[in-house]
């Protein structure tokens, strides 16, 4: 299988633990991206990156969440001190990089994230 | 931050009839995707629209792009079961953002 992964599947914490989620996007996909879908919503916009470089983040990405990809490869996100309010299902997706309009993010299966 | 209005949020109807779901914004946007979620997984895009005024074809489901490029709509023709889901509408936040803005989805059941 040659799509976007992410690991693990689902993910139960208590409130206050930390997490860490892994994304290993298309192979030669410069472009990463992670989002955050809550129960009724669309998936929202947290952080993009080219490469290892992180060139956007969103306001959604609280001083508690991190995303690295140190490789340009794979990437991982985590959550320091976890809330009841950061339950929600957590994606990756990957694009190629042939410019904004014709540039297709292609979407792992999430992670589902239950904070007790 | 470009919002994206879809409607209807909810639709549920018999297998063979005919449905539109709408996507409206009040901003102009250079290109929007429709993508399809099914529970637990994560969207897969069905279509993307550039030009205003532009109409395609994916079978039964038939996305057109407003003149104005300010609105959207998908129309499924004799829809199926299979045709379940979550219907979404995202667009590019700004010239040279590569965000993604989704809809809340419209999310459909076709009953056997």
């Known amino acids: 299988d040659t799509g976007v992964s992410q690991n693990p599947r689902h993910k139960i914490t208590k409130r206050g633990q930390n997490v860490t989620f892994r994304c290993d996007p298309i192979?030669?996909?410069?472009?990463l991206y992670w989002y955050r879908q809550t129960l009724g919503q669309g998936p929202e916009f947290l952080t993009y990156f080219q490469n290892e470089a992180q060139l956007e983040k969103s306001r959604l990405l609280s001083d508690r969440f991190s995303a690295e990809r140190p490789k340009g490869s794979f990437s991982t996100l985590e959550i320091q001190r976890t809330e009841q309010g950061d339950s929600a299902m957590y994606l990756c997706?990957?694009?190629?990089?042939?410019?904004?309009?014709?540039?297709?993010?292609?979407f792992g299966p999430g992670t589902r994230l239950t904070v007790l | 931050t470009q919002l994206l209005e879809q409607s209807p949020q909810f639709l549920s109807i018999q297998e063979g009839e005919n449905l539109t779901v709408y996507c409206n914004s009040s901003?102009?946007?250079?290109?929007l995707q429709w993508y399809r979620q099914e529970p637990g997984e994560g969207p897969v895009l069905l279509v993307t629209v550039v030009t205003g005024g532009e109409v395609k074809k994916l079978k039964r489901l038939t996305f057109q792009f407003g003149d104005a490029r300010k609105d959207s709509s998908l129309h499924i023709t004799a829809a199926q079961p299979g045709d379940t889901g979550l219907y979404l509408c995202?667009?590019?936040?700004?010239?040279?953002?590569?965000?993604?803005?989704f809809g809340k989805g419209t999310k459909l059941s076709v009953i056997p």
């Open positions: 901003s102009v946007f250079s290109s």
């Open positions: 995202a667009a590019y936040s700004g010239a040279g953002s590569y965000q993604l803005t």
């Open positions: 997706a990957s694009s190629a990089g042939v410019g904004v309009r014709a540039d297709t993010q292609y």
């Open positions: 192979s030669e996909h410069n472009r």
